[in-house]
């Protein structure tokens, strides 16, 4: 009842096999298209990968140091939000045909997707006329005691963020003699003062890791987070405890792989097979479909599969 499409927009109607001729067939269908830039409009049938839409997006103009400019995420964050997002509207999709008993085309576009994803920046723009700028590693609040800042061995993330955290961080710092500094004085103090704010809070981090501060901080009511590297938290107990990741049999051997980020009540999610190779379940899948073994021999041998 749910096809799923993954091509810029029109090929599957070339072939046959777009929503309208198959809706005829099944009308309480589902058919979810997935592409760079939507079944519509003028960019249709304009091929789109990940690295583009960061770029097109906007999301590479606001992301790294401005001194080093645009930076793409360290991972395809426009795949996975498509990916995302077209399982939101499929269920969204779902929901409508419990009520309605009929289908629908689902039309995700990657870049919709990125912007939806944005909603901070974009407004920031489109209500308040303020091009948004790159941050570096500070945070959106624009507070000079919420970014990353350096250890002793590495960095640490911290969001200071209102007056009380304010004076927990220097006193925790062993820095309480900034409180009664006139450059500190208050967040516009603070912010037209922020190197030598952080020229003071560095020095005093310079004296420990980031993740004995953070067990400090973190018991002085402070916001803050050493980074861990992405060895080091697979193997975090809190996603153990959790079964985040899920170890499966597979013809190469034991793969721990990562599973869905939620758990239900009942019947959470979990890994029960290895990834499928390319076609692995061609002949399953056209089965199900109603296709007999002579007619998928046929479509082999015709080079259609």
Not at 34 to 52: C, I, L, N, W, Y
Not at 59 to 66: D, K, L, N, Q, R
Not at 266 to 286: A, I, Q
Request: aromatic share 6%; charged share 25%; with cysteine.
């Amino acid at each position: 009842d749910v096809v799923w499409e993954n091509f810029r927009g029109g090929v599957m109607d070339r072939l046959g096999l777009g929503y309208e001729a198959l809706s005829a067939v099944n009308p309480r269908l589902i058919y979810c298209a997935v592409s760079g830039f939507g079944q519509t409009g003028p960019e249709r049938t304009t091929a789109a990968f990940d690295g583009k839409l960061q770029a097109m997006s906007g999301i590479m103009s606001i992301t790294g140091e401005p001194a080093h400019g645009p930076t793409r995420a360290g991972f395809a964050i426009c795949d996975t939000i498509g990916g995302l997002t077209a399982a939101l509207a499929v269920a969204s999709a779902l929901f409508q045909r419990m009520h309605t008993g009929r289908g629908q085309l689902v039309d995700v576009a990657m870049l919709d997707a990125a912007l939806a994803f944005l909603p901070g920046p974009v407004s920031e723009y489109t209500v308040a006329g303020i091009p948004p700028k790159q941050l570096g590693n500070g945070s959106v609040s624009r507070k000079p005691t919420a970014a990353r800042f350096r250890a002793r061995d590495g960095f640490i993330v911290l969001a200071a963020l209102t007056e009380k955290q304010f004076q927990s961080l220097m006193k925790t710092l062993g820095r309480a003699d900034a409180l009664v500094d006139p450059r500190f004085k208050d967040w516009a103090a603070r912010t037209a003062n922020e190197p030598a704010l952080r020229e003071i809070i560095e020095g005093a981090l310079a004296a420990d890791t980031p993740k004995s501060w953070e067990t400090r901080l973190t018991a002085a009511d402070v916001p803050c987070g050493s980074i861990w590297r992405l060895d080091e938290i697979v193997h975090h107990p809190q996603l153990e405890h959790r079964d985040v990741l899920q170890t499966i049999d597979s013809r190469y051997g034991p793969m721990r792989l990562v599973g869905a980020g939620f758990r239900l009540a009942h019947g959470s999610p979990g890994l029960d097979r290895e990834p499928p190779t390319l076609g692995e379940h061609t002949d399953e899948v056209l089965r199900e479909a109603g296709y007999t073994p002579d007619e998928i021999e046929r479509l082999r041998r015709d080079g259609v599969i």
